[in-house]
């Protein structure tokens, strides 16, 4: 990644001392998996091949934001992925709701014990940044 005031070579210098720091502790860096992205936001209007990744889960590309007084602008933030929502929606769906209706609303308490945690972890991990991008999946739960 690089930021307004430093240049693509400043970023590459960097990569490359990441690079040979790995190496002397006997690791590297993955060729295809490690790029240099460009953060765009408002302050950083250029337009460049590279503007969004994905790591841990979250996609970190522009999105619109709005501050605290309302004003909506670019930001650089992370959210959650399309393959994190995948595999989120893949699980409820595992879970098998959908075939036992009868059975839902005679086990309430016992269903929600049983799904209550993951739902809560899935939203304290993924809901911590740009929570509507969850919207989707929760709704399907």
Known sequence: MY??????????????SLDKRFKECGLELHPTKTRIVYCKDDDRRGNYPDTTFDFLGYTFR????KNKHGKYFINFTPAVSNKAKKAMQQTIHDWRMHLKPDKT?????????????????????YGRFYKSEMYSVLRQS
């Open 3 to 16: 930021k307004s005031g430093r240049s693509k070579e400043e970023a590459e210098k960097i990569r490359d």
């Open 62 to 65: 522009p999105r619109r934001s």
């Open 105 to 125: 609303l005679e086990d309430l308490s016992r269903i929600s014990r049983m799904f209550n945690p993951v739902l809560r972890g899935w939203v304290n991990y």
